[in-house]
C-alpha cells in the first residue's frame, strides 16, 4: 500500500480510537454523575434551612433518613415519590424543648398533636419530672415506636424523691451522693440534662448548693440545666439570679424553662428580666429561654398551697388540713395570693381535669363554688379550693399574663417555642390549648397576622436553636447529611384551632411531616407511621 494512504488509515484509526474513547469517557462520567434514587424528593418549595437567613428556591432529596442533596436538582433526578411544594415553605421538623409526654407515649404513641404542629422531636422529663431509670424508659420507647422522636432530661424532684422522699430539710451529705450518681446514671444513659421544678414538692424544698452540686454532674457529662424557676411572679428577679448562679458555679448552660410573668402586680416588667439574662449572655454565659404563646399558665392546683403544708405526702396534708389553724391559715394565705393579683374572686383559675368529677372540667373555682351552693365570696372559694386539693390534685388552667409581655419576651432572641404539654388523649379533659397549637399559632398569629418576628426568625427559634441547645448535632438545619427531619407548610394558611373552651382541635396547614425520612404527615393526615427514635446524648 502506498505510503500515503497507509498514513490516512492510520490518522482514521487514531480519530476513531480517540472517539470511541471520549465516548467511554462520557458514558462513564453520565453513569458516575447520575445520583442514586432518591425515595423523597421534595420538588419547588421555599427552603427555610432554619439558620433565620432568607428563604430560597429549591429541592430536597432524602435517601436512607437523611438529607442527600439540597438545591435546584435536575429534573432528571431520579425518585420513588416527589411531593410538589410549590409555594410552601419547606423547613426543618420542629423541635419541642419542654413537654411532658410521660404516661401518654404509651396511650397515643402517635403523638399526633404534635405531628400536626409541625413537631418532630420533643424533650421531656422537664420540671423537676422524669422517669427515675431512663435506661429501662428509652428501651420502653424504643419498643414503643412513637411517631416523634424523643429526648429526656433527668428530673431533680425525681432524684430526690427516689432518696428523700418528699422530706421538707436539706439532705445530707449520703443522701447527696447518692443522688448525684443517679444524675450520674441517667447521664450515662443519654439524658441531656438535669432539669428541676421548684414551685413543686420535693424541688421546692431544696436550696441552691444542692442544685449546684447535682447540675454540677449533669454538665461533666455535656448537659444543661433547664428550670422551672422557683417563681414566676412577684419574686421572678431573684429566681432568675439563683438559676444564672446554678450555672455559672456548675459551669453548664442553663434554660430558663417557659418564662413568664404571672399576675397582674407583675405586668411589665419583661424589660428586667431580659436584661438580666442578656448581660450574662455577654458576660459569656450560656443563657438561653423557651415560651409558650399564650396569656395562660397550666400547673397542678395544689401550687396555690404553701410549700410547708404540702411536706411528706399527701397522708400528712389532710392530717395537717385537719386542723382548724392551719386550715385558717392555709385560706389566708390563698386570700393574700389572690389580692396580690388584684381580683376579687377566683375566676383566673380554671380546672382542666378532676377525675373525680369530670363536670367540673372547664369551669372556673368561682363558678364551682356557686354550683355547689356556696356564698359568692373569695373566702368561700378559697375553702373550695382546700376542699378539691384533698379529693384529687386537679390540672388547671390559670389565666394572668399580659399579651404586651408574651410578645415582648417573644422578640428576644434566644428564646424557642416550647408547648409545656403531655400528648393530648382526644376529647380527655379541658386542657391548655398549647398542647394543639403552639408552633401553628407563632407562625399564624404572632408571625403572618402581627408581624412580632418574621417567617425566618421564627423557624431558626424553632429548629437549629434548640438542635443547638440540646446538642442535636445532626437535626435543625436543611444539610446534606443531616437527618430528614422536615416539615412542609403554608404560611398563609397556618394557624392553630385549639381554644381555651374548646381545646381537642389539631392544628392546620401542615402539608407534609417527614420524621427520620418517613412520610409521616401527608396532604395534612397522619399516615400512621411510627419512625421516631430516642435521640440520647
Not at 442514586?36 to 432529596?61: E, F, M, S
Not at 424541688?203 to 444542692?210: A, C, F, H, K, V
Not at 417573644?410 to 408547648?419: D, E, G, H, L, T
Not at 381555651?500 to 427520620?516: A, D, I, R, T, W
Request: hydrophobic share 40%; charged share 20%; aromatic share 6%.
Amino acid at each position: 500500500m502506498p505510503l500515503h494512504l497507509r498514513e490516512a488509515n492510520a490518522s482514521g484509526y487514531i480519530r476513531c480510537m480517540r472517539l470511541a474513547f471520549l465516548l467511554l469517557l462520557l458514558a462513564h462520567t453520565t453513569l458516575a454523575q447520575t445520583p442514586p434514587k432518591a425515595d423523597i424528593l421534595i420538588r419547588n418549595g421555599r427552603l427555610y434551612d432554619g439558620t433565620g437567613n432568607t428563604w430560597t428556591q429549591a429541592d430536597v432529596a432524602v435517601r436512607n433518613g437523611r438529607i442527600v442533596a439540597v438545591g435546584r436538582l435536575p429534573a432528571s433526578y431520579p425518585a420513588d415519590t416527589v411531593l410538589d411544594a410549590r409555594g410552601l415553605a419547606v423547613a426543618p421538623g420542629f423541635i419541642d424543648v419542654h413537654t411532658h409526654i410521660e404516661d401518654d407515649e404509651m396511650r397515643q404513641p402517635t403523638a399526633d398533636n404534635f405531628l400536626y404542629d409541625g413537631v418532630t422531636t420533643v424533650v421531656t422529663g422537664n420540671c423537676g419530672s422524669s422517669r427515675p431509670d431512663l435506661r429501662r424508659y428509652f428501651h420502653s420507647l424504643d419498643s414503643a415506636r412513637l411517631s416523634v422522636n424523643v429526648a429526656s432530661l433527668i428530673g431533680h424532684g425525681t432524684v430526690r424523691k427516689a432518696v428523700m422522699g418528699r422530706a421538707r430539710r436539706a439532705p445530707s451529705e449520703a443522701e447527696l451522693l447518692r443522688m448525684e450518681a443517679l444524675v450520674d446514671s441517667a447521664m450515662r444513659a443519654g439524658a441531656v440534662g438535669l432539669s428541676s421544678g421548684l414551685i413543686y414538692v420535693p424541688g421546692t424544698y431544696s436550696r441552691t448548693p444542692e442544685l449546684v452540686r447535682l447540675a454540677r454532674v449533669a454538665g461533666r457529662a455535656g448537659g444543661l440545666y433547664a428550670t422551672h424557676m422557683r417563681n414566676e411572679t412577684d419574686s421572678v428577679t431573684f429566681s432568675i439570679e439563683e438559676a444564672l448562679r446554678i450555672g455559672r458555679e456548675a459551669s453548664l448552660p442553663v434554660q430558663i424553662s417557659h418564662l413568664k410573668l404571672g399576675g397582674q402586680q407583675n405586668w411589665g416588667r419583661t424589660a428586667g428580666l431580659l436584661s438580666l439574662i442578656e448581660t450574662a449572655r455577654q458576660a459569656g454565659q450560656a443563657v438561653t429561654i423557651d415560651q409558650y404563646p399564650y396569656t395562660a399558665s397550666s400547673t397542678s392546683l395544689s401550687t396555690l398551697l404553701p410549700d410547708a403544708v404540702q411536706a411528706d405526702g399527701r397522708d400528712s396534708l389532710r392530717a395537717r388540713l385537719a386542723r382548724p389553724a392551719v386550715r385558717r391559715a392555709v385560706e389566708a394565705s390563698l386570700l393574700e395570693r389572690l389580692k396580690r393579683r388584684q381580683l376579687r374572686h377566683f375566676s383566673y383559675a380554671v380546672v382542666a381535669s378532676f377525675p373525680p368529677d369530670t363536670s367540673y372540667n372547664g369551669l372556673s373555682i368561682e363558678q364551682i363554688n356557686q354550683r355547689l351552693g356556696r356564698p359568692h365570696k373569695a373566702r368561700a372559694e378559697a375553702a373550695t379550693v382546700l376542699d378539691l386539693v384533698l379529693q384529687y390534685d386537679a390540672g388547671m388552667v390559670f389565666h394572668g399574663m399580659s399579651e404586651t409581655d408574651v410578645q415582648n419576651i417573644m422578640r428576644y432572641p434566644q428564646n424557642m417555642v416550647a408547648s409545656d404539654a403531655s400528648i393530648r388523649v382526644w376529647q380527655e379533659g379541658v386542657p391548655h390549648p398549647r398542647g394543639y397549637g403552639s408552633n401553628a399559632r407563632v407562625l399564624g398569629h404572632y408571625v403572618r397576622e402581627l408581624h412580632v418576628l418574621t417567617l425566618e426568625e421564627a423557624i431558626r427559634r424553632m429548629t437549629s436553636l434548640p438542635a443547638q441547645t440540646f446538642g442535636f448535632a445532626d437535626r435543625g438545619l436543611l444539610r446534606p447529611g443531616f437527618v430528614a427531619d422536615i416539615v412542609v407548610f403554608d404560611p398563609a394558611t397556618v394557624q392553630d384551632r385549639s381554644t381555651f373552651e374548646q381545646p381537642h382541635q389539631y392544628s392546620v396547614g401542615m402539608k407534609y411531616v417527614l420524621v427520620n425520612g418517613r412520610l409521616t404527615v401527608r396532604d395534612g393526615r397522619h399516615t400512621g407511621a411510627r419512625s421516631g427514635q430516642v435521640l440520647r446524648k
